[in-house]
């Protein structure tokens, strides 16, 4: 692979203006950086849930999931570029654990692996609004928009699952304390 990026420090940005992998130039607080820069923080925080010890067959599950995540931000760098399918979505619904049914709403905790899967799973979400957003004005591949609500969901399944396997108790809310 030849190198991408002869040096980091290019200076373009230093006036408030970003560059697309196209070489458009766009303001860096533009619906569409923001979204970049949420999804990097996205694929940041399942990185260090990859530092935990988990299970092999979820490790590869996250790291594919990293790549879709690259992916999502290529798309959003080359507007009009769509490399997320049905596929990928698809992989994401196969996810299903055993565990028990909810009866409860349930708060982010039970063990540190569990913790940092919420907090992925709420910028997830942070994701797929600024992704809704931006599609109201540009256009947004429909399959990423997919892909990231089923994310957010297959990180609260993988949250609970990893509290079940590491023998810590989801923490259920209580109305009144």
Avoid at 79 to 84: A, D, K, S, T
Wanted: charged share 30%; proline share 2%.
């Amino acid at each position: 692979m030849a190198n991408r990026l002869s040096k980091i420090y290019t200076r373009t940005g230093d006036k408030g203006k970003t560059g697309l992998a196209d070489g458009s130039r766009v303001d860096k607080f533009n619906s569409r950086i923001e979204s970049l820069g949420n999804i990097d923080e996205l694929n940041s925080i399942i990185g260090i849930v990859l530092t935990e010890k988990i299970p092999n067959d979820m490790k590869a599950i996250l790291e594919r999931v990293q790549h879709d995540l690259f992916d999502i931000g290529g798309e959003l760098s080359i507007p009009n570029h769509m490399v997320i399918d049905e596929k990928k979505i698809n992989f994401l619904e196969k996810m299903n654990n055993d565990l028990q049914p909810l009866k409860e709403f349930i708060l982010p905790g039970g063990s540190r692996i569990s913790s940092y899967c919420h907090l992925a799973r709420t910028v997830c979400r942070r994701v797929e609004r600024n992704l809704f957003k931006l599609a109201q004005s540009d256009k947004v591949n429909e399959a990423s928009l997919k892909y990231v609500n089923r994310l957010s969901d297959m990180l609260f399944v993988l949250a609970r699952f990893l509290n079940k396997i590491n023998q810590h108790n989801d923490i259920l809310w209580k109305k009144e304390i």
